[in-house]
């Protein structure tokens, strides 16, 4: 590790400036490229430590708020965010201080202000990680957690942010005949708890599996796509499901409008020696006729915040309606390219009822030759209390509490008739 840390430090607290200050969405920083001039160590310590200081905020800033009479500019608050957040997380207070100190003083227009970092940090070192346990976890911000305990009341979300401050272990999903050692869940997926370097654990060059959180692995085995049949992946990238498709022995079509997401669904495929069609274009133009379908829609994506503690800092909701009207209209289309007797798995990603039960419960009002396959949902592992009135499946990032939790997620399987 280069300069004991301080470059991936340093690299950090710009990732939360970036987040915090400019709106912009941690994938769409390490795409741009924003950590590429890091040793592969640098790197990966970079987006842990900026990771873990979003999912520890407002933790960080109650305790800091004491010791602040006002707010310093957003880098140097973005400095003592960060470590705090190591301090009370056990490291030892000289590297953490010293560093801190170091990456102040050195910027152009903030360097007067290392001696409030020294002495603010040298504070948090003695009195921090004693009452870091004490305070609550930290609570979304307003414009998502408003809509969130209409759905599902104030005691849901709580027990929702206790499982985002929690964080995510690493699950994946095996290629059939393969296995790998961790901990099997329920439904089937296997988690590891510490994994290290993915690229590193046994299987993975062989392409035994594939990493992919449990619940997004539910709407393939949903679709349960047989042998010989036509089957489209609608919004395939990251090719996680793509996978678990072709390994069924399905012809599949895996279709995306992102070229640079699609490279790397060709390179799954390639390692696990599976085949599907690549397909680079807009859902809403595909043509063709499917036997099956699948359509994980592109959402808000706010079943995802315990492995992506960025997105309620880097969004406001303000594109929740044209993601709403996009996955109807994605819907619509999907249906016109499904055979008639064929299926179709609509999914999202999200914890607002706007993005999942209620696009199915309009969906069947709109189309009279479409109903809802409860049967489907009956899996290993499946809850029947995850049932929803409408005969989706809805999953939430505090089911499976004692096992490390689950992405939300919205499923129906939707059957269109002969």
């Given at each position: 590790m280069s300069d004991t840390g301080t470059q991936a430090r340093r690299s950090a607290i710009h990732l939360l400036d970036q987040v915090l200050g400019e709106g912009r969405l941690m994938s769409e920083c390490l795409g741009a490229g924003l950590l590429d001039h890091l040793e592969t160590g640098d790197r990966a310590r970079a987006q842990r430590l900026a990771t873990e200081t979003l999912r520890g905020l407002e933790k960080a800033d109650r305790l800091l708020h004491k010791h602040l009479r006002k707010s310093p500019p957003l880098m140097v608050r973005n400095a003592l965010r960060l470590g705090t957040v190591e301090l009370c997380a056990g490291e030892a207070a000289h590297g953490v201080v010293n560093a801190m100190v170091s990456i102040v003083g050195a910027h152009k227009r903030h360097s007067k202000l290392k001696g409030l970092v020294n002495a603010v940090l040298r504070k948090i070192a003695a009195e921090g990680p004693q009452a870091w346990g004490a305070l609550r976890a930290p609570r979304l911000p307003k414009w998502l957690r408003g809509p969130l305990v209409q759905a599902w009341g104030g005691e849901a979300v709580g027990m929702m942010e206790r499982a985002h401050f929690a964080g995510a272990a690493l699950d994946i999903t095996c290629k059939p005949g393969t296995a790998m050692e961790g901990r099997e869940l329920p439904t089937g997926s296997v988690r590891l708890d510490a994994p290290g370097q993915v690229s590193a654990l046994p299987g993975y060059e062989?392409?035994?599996?594939?990493?992919?959180?449990?619940?997004?692995?539910?709407?393939?085995?949903?679709?349960?796509?047989?042998?010989?049949?036509?089957?489209?992946?609608?919004?395939?990238?990251?090719?996680?499901?793509?996978?678990?498709?072709?390994?069924?022995?399905?012809?599949?079509?895996?279709?995306?409008?992102?070229?640079?997401?699609?490279?790397?669904?060709?390179?799954?495929?390639?390692?696990?020696?599976?085949?599907?069609?690549?397909?680079?274009?807009?859902?809403?133009?595909?043509?063709?006729?499917?036997?099956?379908?699948?359509?994980?829609?592109?959402?808000?994506?706010?079943?995802?915040?315990?492995?992506?503690?960025?997105?309620?800092?880097?969004?406001?909701?303000?594109?929740?309606?044209?993601?709403?009207?996009?996955?109807?209209?994605?819907?619509?289309?999907?249906?016109?390219?499904?055979?008639?007797?064929?299926?179709?798995?609509?999914?999202?990603?999200?914890?607002?009822?706007?993005?999942?039960?209620?696009?199915?419960?309009?969906?069947?009002?709109?189309?009279?030759?479409?109903?809802?396959?409860?049967?489907?949902?009956?899996?290993?592992?499946?809850?029947?209390?995850?049932?929803?009135?409408?005969?989706?499946?809805?999953?939430?990032?505090?089911?499976?509490?004692?096992?490390?939790?689950?992405?939300?997620?919205?499923?129906?399987?939707?059957?269109?008739?002969?």
């Open positions: 062989n392409g035994d599996w594939w990493v992919q959180d449990a619940a997004a692995a539910l709407p393939a085995w949903i679709l349960a796509a047989e042998p010989g049949e036509k089957v489209l992946d609608m919004c395939a990238a990251p090719g996680g499901k793509t996978m678990q498709l072709a390994a069924t022995g399905a012809t599949v079509v895996a279709l995306d409008l992102s070229e640079a997401r699609m490279r790397r669904v060709e390179e799954n495929l390639k390692r696990t020696g599976l085949a599907a069609e690549i397909v680079i274009g807009d859902g809403l133009k595909h043509q063709g006729h499917y036997d099956a379908i699948l359509l994980d829609a592109p959402c808000s994506a706010t079943g995802t915040i315990r492995r992506h503690p960025d997105l309620p800092h880097a969004k406001d909701g303000s594109d929740f309606g044209g993601l709403i009207e996009l996955q109807t209209r994605m819907l619509a289309h999907a249906w016109g390219l499904l055979k008639p007797g064929g299926r179709m798995v609509f999914c999202t990603c999200s914890l607002l009822p706007d993005e999942g039960e209620v696009q199915v419960e309009e969906a069947l009002q709109t189309f009279p030759d479409m109903s809802i396959d409860r049967d489907a949902l009956a899996l290993k592992g499946v809850d029947p209390g995850w049932i929803t009135q409408e005969g989706g499946l809805r999953l939430r990032p505090d089911y499976w509490a004692d096992k490390g939790g689950m992405d939300g997620f919205y499923i129906a399987c939707l059957r269109k008739a002969a």
